[in-house]
């Protein structure tokens, strides 16, 4: 079955980009998922952050999409998030995790064991 | 964007009692709901998708009910690992995808 492993930077300068890259393992980046991130605060719940497809098409929290960009690198089996202008409230555990389309089902069956990002000096 | 709310936040019981917990959609999600479990430092689990439908190898000690913007997931004989945090979240709006709070559910 699908496998997914999160890598990146562990902590990041207040203003500045987070950057996370998901590694997919088992399963190939261009079936049918889509790939998403989500994070969740220290002690506090889950935020869907957005979700990329093969194609490059790109699908964002409005919460964040200022803020918030995504790629896919299909050669790599690989998939990114980039989040700019950080701040302590984006310190959180980062899952990378796929999803099948709304008419499937947008749920998450598969989940890498997360990356803990800190924001801070 | 759909707001779920989970209730109680916290429900503390004993094992073997059964466990009910509560999710809200502030619109209408049809049945495009889903429940996870977590345990401290661990990746969410699904339980159960579609409103009602269990993944794979989940226990049938677990079901979950409901449509439109009540739903309950009911854990019928709680076991010593079935304490944890249990999230709902829709996919009823894409692109929107949201989750509730969370319910932890504790040893009484």
Not at chain 1, 101 to 109: H, I, K, L, R
Not at chain 2, 67 to 78: K, P, R, V
């Amino acid at each position: 079955q699908v496998q997914l492993q999160e890598s990146g930077p562990g902590l990041v300068k207040p203003s500045e980009t987070l950057s996370l890259t998901c590694s997919v393992s088992y399963y190939s980046i261009t079936s049918d998922y889509y790939w998403a991130w989500i994070r969740q605060p220290p002690g506090k719940g889950l935020e869907w952050l957005g979700s990329v497809y093969q194609t490059g098409s790109t699908y964002y929290n409005p919460s964040l999409q200022s803020r918030v960009s995504m790629s896919i690198d299909t050669s790599r089996d690989q998939f990114s998030l980039y989040l700019s202008s950080v701040t302590a409230a984006d310190t959180a555990v980062y899952y990378c995790a796929p999803h099948y389309d709304f008419w499937t089902g947008s749920y998450f069956e598969h989940w890498g064991q997360g990356i803990l990002v800190t924001v801070s000096s | 964007e759909i707001v779920m709310t989970q209730s109680p936040a916290t429900l503390s019981l004993s094992p073997g009692e059964r466990a009910t917990l509560s999710c809200r959609a502030s619109q209408s999600v049809r049945n495009n709901l889903a429940w996870y479990q977590q345990k401290n430092g661990q990746a969410p689990r699904l339980l159960i998708s579609g409103a009602s439908t269990r993944a794979t190898g989940i226990p049938d000690r677990f079901s979950g009910t409901g449509a439109g913007t009540e739903f309950t997931l009911t854990i019928s004989s709680l076991q010593s690992d079935d304490f944890a945090v249990y999230y709902c979240q829709q996919y009823n709006k894409w692109p929107q995808i949201t989750f509730g709070q969370g319910t932890r559910l504790e040893i009484k």
